[in-house]
């Protein structure tokens, strides 16, 4: 079962639908309680940080969020999602969850040259190294996923499962233990999408 | 090489899918749906679903909406009757990607700004359609191309860049259902003014035409909605988007 947090921000919808594509129970909740009891979450997100973050806190999940996570329980971010568990980002000015060393920062001008942000559409992403997230069986690699961000997130090598390039080589998945995230859309990434979302329905970190 | 999107645009009037020619004239084309499932199993970049009736209408179908999202594992973008925030967070919920906003860009400008500082302007998209006035002058028409502005097309894109929006999908009205080839002139006065991705829609018949929209016209993105949904001299129905092999060796190699 993977519990899907409701914070007010996010397409929850879509998350689910491709869960269920795949025969991946779920459940999405705004409820303590319930995320208190999750055995697997997916802290999902579109926005701007800072409204996201204060959505956020306003409710009790931030300190449940930790303590899961502190648990050993797989948690996952997707997009903004993913940002708000690095310790913040150019974005805004509230501190993130900070679940992973990491920060955000507003794509470089001038190193993407005539590249436009947001990046919005497909690309593809490397991985630096090997585990169930990133087994795509016997599917065309690299995989290719869907973008739409202004922000990216920037962190220490070890923490770096994919990169993707646009204009420069930056972190698109970031992994530390069992916390993982993802700035593209696997919820809107066809076959690609699904395989890691699988994957990460079957992960022990 | 450089991927770009490859975006089938679906019109909507009644529930049902037909395709206009310059604003004119929505043949039935089918069921949008099923046209949608076709379009997710050929693995389609993203699409774009416009509700044609929703201008006169208060909000969106969202119980329809609703029903082409759970047919979706791809970026859908929507547009038609948006006004409130409170209606783009309902489409946000549902799975939606990005609102398509048209005539309210103009009536209420602030709606793009709060949108964009609410959900990131990788959310917000706006339409320009453009017709030529009589004195043929590019103009941004709203209400389904009735209703001249009297902006100038590129003064309009800089100011919707402003306001927070994060694409603009610029559409010639009379090169529609036309086949003629995009509109790289206007295509090129905006894309190069401005920092957003600019989507291209309006005229497309071949893999040739996207090609000229991104490479001369600067276009980040290009849509079409005849050439996916129609096949042959006589408009048969028939839905189609191009294998990753085709616009690997037509299109991204070329880029």
């Known amino acids: ?205 | 090489m450089r991927r770009v999107r490859v975006i089938p645009v679906l019109l909507l009037h009644n529930r049902q899918l037909v395709k206009t020619t310059q604003f004119k004239n929505p043949k039935y084309i089918g069921d949008g749906i099923n046209a949608l499932k076709i379009f997710n199993e050929k693995g389609a970049d993203e699409v774009v679903v416009l509700d044609i009736d929703a201008f006169n209408r208060k909000e969106p179908d969202f119980e329809f909406i609703g029903k082409l999202v759970s047919e979706c594992f791809m970026p859908l973008a929507y547009g038609g009757g948006i006004h409130t925030m409170d209606q783009a967070q309902r489409l946000f919920a549902l799975g939606i990607e990005k609102v398509v906003i048209g005539a309210c860009a103009i009536s209420q400008p602030s709606l793009i700004t709060n949108l964009a500082n609410q959900y990131g302007s990788q959310s917000v998209v706006v339409s320009i359609d453009i017709k030529k006035d009589w004195l043929k002058r590019n103009r941004a028409f709203t209400e389904n191309g009735k209703k001249n502005t009297g902006l100038d097309p590129l003064t309009y894109a800089k100011q919707l860049k402003e306001l927070g929006a994060g694409e603009l999908i610029v559409q010639s009205i009379d090169r529609e259902g036309t086949g003629k080839g995009y509109d790289v002139t206007i295509l090129q006065e905006i894309s190069s003014a401005i920092s957003i991705p600019v989507v291209a829609l309006g005229g497309a018949n071949s893999t040739n035409d996207f090609l000229k929209a991104i490479v001369e016209g600067g276009a980040s993105a290009v849509a079409a909605g005849s050439m996916f949904v129609f096949k042959g001299p006589h408009k048969a129905v028939l839905i189609s988007y191009p294998s990753p092999k085709e616009l690997k060796e037509k299109l991204y190699s070329h880029l």
Request: charged share 15%.
């Open chain 1, 1 to 205: 079962m993977v519990t899907i947090i409701d914070y007010g921000v996010g397409n929850l919808g879509s998350i689910q639908n491709m869960l269920q594509r795949i025969g991946v129970a779920s459940l999405v909740t705004a409820d303590p309680k319930q995320v208190e009891q999750a055995e697997r979450i997916i802290l999902p997100g579109i926005g701007a940080f800072d409204s996201a973050m204060t959505k956020l806190e306003q409710t009790e999940l931030p300190s449940i969020l930790r303590e899961r996570s502190a648990a050993g329980i797989p948690l996952l971010g997707i997009c903004l999602g993913a940002q708000l568990l690095t310790h913040g980002s150019e974005e805004g000015s509230r501190p993130g969850l900070g679940f992973i060393d990491a920060h955000c920062i507003k794509f470089n001008a001038q190193k993407i040259g005539s590249l436009k942000v947001p990046q919005m559409g497909w690309n593809e992403v490397i991985f630096q190294s090997t585990n169930t997230i990133t087994d795509f069986m016997d599917m065309e690699i690299p995989p290719r996923f869907y973008f739409a961000h202004s922000y990216h997130m920037v962190a220490d090598q070890e923490y770096v499962l994919g990169l993707t390039q646009y204009g420069y080589n930056f972190p698109t998945i970031l992994k530390k233990g069992n916390i993982l995230a993802m700035q593209f859309h696997p919820e809107k990434s066809h076959q690609y999408g699904m395989q890691i979302l699988r994957n990460f329905s079957v992960w022990k970190p």
